[in-house]
């Protein structure tokens, strides 16, 4: 988790919007289209068979494309994918990668 966060970081280069989304991604002032993005990625994560048309559909009223949802939908399972395999290991971060 601690490579995500200092890639999360690097990427937005907003040390008090990564914060804020630390705090709580849902009230960090994101936009509608990243909230509805983000909320898509946590269910397919955390529940992946309770996904239905229906939070397809909210992510298409948000702006997506059906290329951007297949897309979010790939990573999300992706990231799901390798940390587990990488967790299952008992696989360590790698020392390479700066704390900030």
Known sequence: MTHHRRGLRQLLKDPNLVTRIEAGW???GLSEARVAMLGYAVK???APGSIVEQD???LRQAGFSDRDILD???VTAYYAYANRIADGLGVPLEGWIPED
């Open 72 to 74: 979010i939908a790939e």
């Open 26 to 28: 849902v009230d960090a």
């Open 44 to 46: 397919l994560t955390k």
């Open 56 to 58: 397809v559909l909210l």
